[in-house]
């Protein structure tokens, strides 16, 4: 109904969305249900119905989303990072690393179930690999993978890309939803923030002062542009291709957070409120690039390959998530770093209150990237002819 071109009232719907979620959590109107949850699947909603332009048309531009996209997250990561400490950045990242690796090992037995349940001809061990890249590093081990193993010109590569863009979010709204179910939830032991991170004990921020809020944005609009500048300098002397400016970006935070932690931490508060503002909107375009309609599309053999994968993938995360005495959050949180990467594990751990989290989300999914293509094309290799 409403032309891809017409930004401000989609921007508008955008901080519609954001703000039922938001305010109808602060109220307790959705009880356990997260607001993020919330507003995703309001935006999905409108989406599958023609209400607002899909996210996940490769078709159609939408200006606003791609904006969303390109700024939101680069701006939201610094504001959540104001309040960090390198000892426990390490002790936290090693942690999540251990629970991430095992997810990626769930990744690859799930593909391997699938292979073996699910057959779309010569090509099936193609969309193995390029879905175990994806599954445990995002969309540039996707390309990778694709790349490598000749997939690119695969009549099933478009319902693949759909499956990618469309189906990995509903499976995103299953992690946000979870925490709710107060059966699953009482099974594992509770998130608790490390004794040394504890809220600012200064003046309190409850009432922001327009010169906080502006100080926050001048910071994080500084680390995202030093970050731009040095992301294909970086990406030039590591030979990649990899946007780095998110992990610049974080680094560049945690450095100052460090050098000048007193006048950082003055300011956290009003920096996350700030963050947390900045992820809602994107993740309500995550929900526009929910829509039905556009999964339903997709190969049918296709949906249910990746289906078993991460229903694989899940059930050894929380399994041994479990024995290994992880907290529900924690599995949840590197679910999702595997399966869609720092921009959505960092959001996932802010919304479950893990804010001495976020950072450690951060690193554990570029990690991906590092590992993503390498299993997915190995495992592409030994499954082929």
């Known amino acids: 109904m409403l032309s891809p071109d017409n930004s401000i009232l989609i921007f508008t719907i955008l901080l519609a969305a954001s703000l039922l979620g938001i305010y109808g959590e602060r109220l307790g109107w959705y009880k356990n249900i997260s607001g993020v949850l919330v507003t995703i699947i309001v935006m999905a909603l409108l989406a599958t ?31 959540l990072l104001f309040k960090v400490q390198m000892g426990r950045i390490v002790r936290e990242s090693g942690r999540l690393l251990i ?15 699938a292979w073996k349940l699910v057959d779309i001809g010569p090509e099936t061990y193609k969309l193995a690999g ?12 996707f390309m990778a993978v694709a790349s490598t193993l000749d ?10 890309i759909a499956v990618d863009n469309v189906f990995t979010n509903f499976y995103l709204m299953g ?14 032991v509770k998130w608790e923030e490390p004794e040394d991170f504890v809220p600012h004990e200064g003046e309190s921020n409850t009432t922001y002062g327009l010169e906080s809020i502006v100080w926050c944005l001048f910071i994080a609009f500084g680390l995202f542009a030093m970050a731009s500048l040095l992301s294909p300098v970086l990406g030039k ?17 945690i ?45 049918p053999g296709v949906i249910f390959f990746a289906a078993v994968i991460l229903i694989v993938h899940f059930i ?4 041994v998530g479990r024995l290994l005495g992880y907290s529900l959050e924690e599995i949840l949180v590197t679910s999702c770093a595997n399966a869609a990467g720092p921009s959505v594990a960092a959001p996932m751990a802010a919304s479950f209150g893990m804010r001495s989290a976020v950072t450690p989300a951060i690193l554990v999914a570029i990690m991906g990237y590092v590992v993503g293509t390498f299993l997915g094309v190995s495992v592409g290799l030994v499954l082929g002819p």
């Open 49 to 79: 119905f023609g209400i607002i332009p899909s996210a996940s048309d490769p078709n159609v531009e939408v200006p606003v989303y791609d904006f969303v996209f390109k700024y939101f997250v680069p701006l939201a990561i610094p504001l």
């Open 99 to 113: 629970m991430f690796l095992i997810g990626s090992v769930g990744v690859v037995i799930g593909a391997l179930i």
């Open 130 to 141: 390029v879905l175990i890249g994806t599954y445990t590093g995002g969309s540039v081990n």
């Open 151 to 160: 997939f690119l010109e695969s009549p099933h590569f478009p319902s693949t």
């Open 175 to 188: 992690l946000f939803a979870i925490p709710s179910i107060g059966w699953i939830a009482r099974r594992f």
């Open 237 to 253: 002397v590591l030979a990649t291709n990899v946007d780095l400016t998110v992990l610049i970006t974080t680094i560049l935070t």
């Open 255 to 299: 450095v100052l957070a460090n050098l000048f932690p007193v006048k950082m931490d003055a300011i956290s508060d009003v920096a996350f409120d700030l963050g947390m503002f900045f992820l809602y909107v994107f993740l309500a375009v995550i929900g526009a690039a929910s829509d039905i309609g556009t999964m339903l599309t997709a190969s």
């Open 316 to 319: 050894i995360s929380l399994t």
